[in-house]
């Protein structure tokens, strides 16, 4: 089972900032998780569409301006950084696992982002809850070798992993509360990874190592890794 760092070391330290991408890599984590906003050229790695909770800034950030959201810090204290500093950052240290939360443009996207893989030699998975969106970016991408595609959901279909099958993707990335033996089999009969979000108690990693699930999102990845030794 692997470890993909949920938005960070978020238990630590403050979520999708450059502090907790660099604690987790430090824990030599498999993966880390984040989310991505457009705003004007640029992508920027924040989870909420509003950005009140987590700045104390009025308004939705695909309402602001770089200029302004440059002078936002999270939680008082960590700028919000953009996705190229985070690529530069990881490098082929781990997998990154970008959620794509809203997008302008998915040509943008992609163009920005092919770039940097090439300089940095990242290692790429794509996630959304917004499959149409997330299909937009995999046909763009397809003349791009070794990127995951990873279909989020929050909920356990009446068809199981079959959603995921149909869309083409790699992975069926679902709900720990929602996850079961049946999804998990099914998803690897049809040749499909299962990734579980977002799991930071003993039981549910236990429950879901023993289904077989292969990789599991945390805000705590040194504790999870720990755990996942004692359970191999």
Not at 88 to 107: F, M, Q, R, W
Not at 179 to 189: E, G, K, L, R
Not at 195 to 219: E, P, R
Request: with cysteine.
């Amino acid at each position: 089972m692997q470890v993909i760092a949920h938005r960070g070391f978020s238990s630590h330290f403050s979520q999708n900032t450059l502090k907790a991408f660099e604690q987790a890599l430090l824990c030599n984590v498999h993966a880390i998780e984040l989310d991505i906003h457009q705003v004007e050229n640029e992508f920027v790695v924040f989870h909420d569409f509003n950005l009140q909770k987590l700045t104390g800034k009025l308004g939705r950030i695909d309402h602001i301006s770089l200029r302004e959201l440059a002078q936002c810090r999270v939680m008082k204290q960590d700028k919000i950084p953009l996705l190229c500093e985070v690529l530069a950052l990881v490098g082929e240290k781990a997998l990154v696992n970008i959620e794509i939360k809203s997008l302008i443009s998915a040509s943008d996207f992609c163009d920005y982002l092919i770039p940097l893989i090439e300089k940095h030699k990242n290692k790429i998975a794509l996630s959304s809850f917004n499959h149409p969106l997330l299909k937009e970016c995999q046909a763009k991408l397809s003349s791009v070798k070794g990127i995951k595609y990873g279909a989020l959901i929050a909920h356990l279909p009446l068809n199981y992993a079959t959603y995921a099958n149909d869309m083409t993707v790699d992975v069926a990335a679902i709900d720990c509360e929602s996850v079961n033996q049946t999804f998990v089999d099914d998803a690897h009969n049809k040749g499909l990874a299962v990734w579980s979000y977002t799991v930071n108690d003993l039981a549910t990693l236990k429950q879901l190592h023993s289904m077989g699930v292969d990789a599991i999102f945390t805000d705590n990845p040194k504790w999870a890794l720990e755990e996942i030794i004692l359970l191999n």
